[in-house]
T-cell receptor, first 113, second 113 residues
């Protein structure tokens, strides 16, 4: 089954404790990205990757890191989480860039206390 | 960068009526305009998209129109049904707008019986 998976689905952590949210797709997609969803603000792009070893900032990259060492995986790293990073996070992938359907993962609900 | 404004933020219609959601974008270089539907607790899913070389596109009860001169595009849902109740997001990006996808803030559509 073609899908995008994220782990964990729910996470409660404390300020400053490094965490990683994993994202994996099995569709051989070139483009992957991370979004955060906050009430009233819609979906905001954090980082995206056009292919292996090619990543770039989205609209809200501060406080986040990403890497793309393999085509299927695109982890999101919060090295020192803060309460303002409490949000719902979605990973997405598409065949080739933003001009194609984005397939979203199930989401990760992160709470930073 | 791209800025997408979406209106209204909430929309309530009677079953069988039509619903229209409007978006404006700022970057004339953007050439791809998708619409995503997000049901409660679920991930966003593409329902229709349009590229800048097309003025209108239809898929059964949904249609999207694009006015490049005015930099706005709209989603039209006819004969609304209760299962159309969801949050709808417009987005813009692609081509000269780069590899980012910028979303609007969403419209909560409620279809009442």
């Amino acid at each position: 089954e073609a899908q995008v998976t994220q782990n964990p689905r729910y996470l409660i952590t404390v300020t400053g404790k490094k965490l990683t949210v994993t994202c994996s797709q099995n569709m051989n997609h070139e483009y992957m990205s991370w979004y955060r969803q906050d009430p009233g603000l819609g979906l905001r792009q954090i980082y995206y990757s056009m292919n292996v070893e090619v990543t770039d900032k989205g609209d809200v990259p501060e406080g986040y890191k990403v890497s793309r060492k393999e085509k299927r995986n695109f982890p999101l790293i919060l090295e020192s989480p803060s309460p303002n990073q409490t949000s719902l996070y979605f990973c997405a992938s598409s065949w080739r860039g933003v001009s194609y359907e984005q397939y979203f993962g199930p989401g990760t609900r992160l709470t930073v206390t | 960068g791209e800025n997408v404004e979406q209106h209204p933020s909430t929309l309530s219609v009677q079953e069988g009526d039509s619903a229209v959601i409007k978006c404006t974008y700022s970057d004339s270089a953007s050439n791809y305009f998708p619409w995503y539907k997000q049901e409660l607790g679920k991930r966003p899913q593409l329902i229709i998209d349009i590229r800048s070389n097309v003025g209108e596109k239809k898929d059964q009860r949904i249609a999207v129109t694009l006015n490049k001169t005015a930099k706005h595009f709209s989603l039209h849902i006819t004969e609304t049904q209760p299962e159309d109740s969801a949050v709808y997001f417009c987005a813009a990006g692609g081509a000269g707008g780069g590899n980012k996808l910028t979303f609007g803030t969403g419209t909560q559509l409620k279809v009442e019986l």
